[in-house]
């Protein structure tokens, strides 16, 4: 399980950086590196804490947000999220390439510490929450009629 965790959390790191560099047209993103390594820590740090406290969720995180039993309402609603995500990522690319925003370090500093503050959110979800699956559906395997 910690194999397919670290394969999973590189894998989204690799495409996260893709949907932001690729529009930003250079590598040189001190800030898109430092939202990449903090992504990566922090979904590294709360899928170990999955595997040791609760892995049968960890498993149902790592699954395809489609799923064959899955209604087509989710699905529509799990595609549009994706797209508005990747959608934001591309456009955080090109507010880098193009020098639209301005934004301090201090303010930057503030949304890292926002996004960090976001994933100890979904930690104590996670933690309160054992079914807290990305696919609505009837658990009956893990005890849920």
């Known amino acids: 399980m910690i194999r397919r965790l670290i394969v999973s959390t590189a894998g989204m790191i690799v495409v996260i950086a893709a949907f932001l560099f690729a529009p930003a047209g250079t590598l040189d993103w001190?800030?898109?590196?430092g939202f990449l390594a903090e992504m990566g820590v922090l979904s590294?740090?709360?899928?170990?804490?999955?595997?040791?406290?609760d892995p049968a969720?960890?498993?149902?995180?790592?699954?395809?947000?489609?799923?064959?039993?899955?209604?087509?309402?989710?699905?529509?609603?799990?595609?549009?999220?994706?797209?508005?995500?990747?959608?934001?990522l591309i456009l955080m690319g090109?507010?880098?390439?193009?020098?639209?925003?301005?934004?301090?370090v201090w303010?930057?500093?503030?949304?890292?510490?926002?996004?960090?503050?976001s994933n100890y959110?979904?930690?104590?979800?996670?933690r309160e929450n054992s079914y807290a699956a990305p696919v609505v559906k009837i658990q009956r395997e893990r005890g849920i009629a």
């Open 94 to 104: 090109l507010d880098a390439r193009w020098a639209i925003s301005r934004v301090p």
């Open 57 to 88: 969720l960890l498993a149902e995180r790592l699954g395809s947000p489609f799923q064959q039993a899955q209604k087509a309402w989710d699905k529509v609603f799990m595609a549009v999220l994706m797209v508005l995500y990747f959608g934001w």
């Open 30 to 33: 001190p800030a898109a590196w």
């Open 121 to 126: 959110v979904v930690f104590l979800t996670f």
């Open 44 to 53: 590294l740090a709360v899928g170990l804490w999955l595997a040791r406290h």
């Open 107 to 117: 303010l930057q500093a503030l949304g890292a510490l926002d996004v960090a503050l």
